[in-house]
């Protein structure tokens, strides 16, 4: 079975509802990442940070996944298909999609900042008093600006062995998840789908721009590789 690897960025859950961050209105034209997506941030001003994922878990329960999110789900019947996500949001899980790895944590989790491998699942807001068992506050599972991305080394190694690699809804410009299409076997055809891409054909062998919105694009690709 042929496998299939794609790389995911906000524009994929756009039309779900939930901003990108760098398009217009996006959340880091409300926002200064540093204040509300860093540890410095979160040292500062503990409050303004944990109302910020607060504002986006509440959305996040509202809203749901699109016709992009489930064409990928349609992909399984023909391909093994691992999902690499920098989102935070669950969408590609409620779609049914079965192997889903996020870059960039989750927002229906929180961890304890004295052991960051102590997970719990949270849906609800988290705000300052909000404990683990042994007394530590909680805070967003979420990888911010100026912090590891503990799940780079596997997702490396998942796109090694695609055999065909899809990116959807991802401006490209954070590392180091923009430089995982580089681990691509050379020559493997590579899909990029972004109404407005931010890429041009030769910036990587064998891409294939198109310029369309998730639940147009995803869903006719999909059936192009099925029918393949
Ligand atoms: N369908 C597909 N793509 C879309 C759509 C849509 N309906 N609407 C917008 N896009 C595209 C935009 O053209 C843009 O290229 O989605 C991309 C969104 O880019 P960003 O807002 O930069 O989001 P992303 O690339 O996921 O950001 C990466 O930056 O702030 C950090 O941690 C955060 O994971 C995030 C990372």
Do not use: C
């Not at 923009?178 to 590579?190: D, E, F």
């Not at 990587?204 to 369309?212: C, G, Q």
Request: hydrophobic share 45%.
């Amino acid at each position: 079975m042929k496998q299939i690897v794609v790389l995911t960025g906000a524009g994929i859950s756009a039309e779900s509802g939930l901003k990108t961050f760098r398009d217009a209105d996006g959340l880091w034209e409300g926002h200064d990442v540093m204040e509300v997506a860093s540890p410095q941030g979160f040292a500062r001003n503990p409050e303004l940070v944990l109302e910020f994922y607060n504002q986006r878990r509440r959305q996040l329960l509202k809203v749901t996944p699109n016709a992009g999110h489930k064409a990928l789900v349609q992909l399984e019947e023909k391909f093994k298909v691992d999902i690499i996500t920098q989102n935070v949001d669950n969408l590609h899980e409620q779609a049914g999609s079965g192997n889903v790895l996020h870059l960039h944590g989750e927002l229906f989790k929180v961890r304890s900042t004295a052991d960051e491998n102590h997970v719990l699942t949270w849906k609800k807001d988290l705000v300052l008093g909000d404990f683990d068992e042994n007394g530590h506050q909680l805070r967003p599972h979420i990888v911010w600006f100026g912090e590891m991305v503990p799940m780079l080394e596997p997702a490396i190694e998942i796109v090694a062995q695609a055999d065909i690699v899809i990116i959807i809804g991802t401006s490209m410009q954070v590392y180091p998840a923009a430089s995982l299409v580089n681990y691509a076997k050379l020559g493997t055809p590579i899909y990029l789908i972004d109404p407005k891409p931010n890429v041009n054909e030769n910036d990587f062998e064998s891409l294939t721009i198109i310029a369309k919105t998730a639940t147009i694009g995803v869903p006719s690709l999909v059936m192009q590789l099925i029918d393949h």
